[in-house]
């Protein structure tokens, strides 16, 4: 299976942090949480490597074009290609 070379025992770590919670969605529940915010603490990480403020973490490609169409105040009507499988 393709990348499953790269899942150590670090990365399980990782997943079992969350999992453990109980606690899958993105947004509140941050009593139960327990002070696990992965995404939020990947997302604060991957904006400082790129030099920006912001970065957003989403579930899929197709989530990651909506999001940027929306930042680029794209709407009906504008001619925009995309990928057809994402």
Do not use: H, W
Not at 3 to 26: N, S, Y
């Amino acid at each position: 299976m393709a990348g499953a070379e790269l899942i150590g025992k670090e990365e399980i770590k990782e997943v079992m942090d969350v999992l453990e919670t109980g606690i899958l969605m993105r947004y509140n529940f941050d009593k139960e949480r327990k002070g696990v915010f992965k995404v939020r603490q990947f997302e604060e990480a991957f904006a400082k490597y790129c030099g920006v403020k912001f970065a957003l973490g989403v579930t899929s490609g197709s989530s990651a074009l909506k999001v940027a169409l929306e930042a680029m105040d794209v709407g009906p009507g504008d001619d925009v290609l995309v990928p057809a499988f994402t």
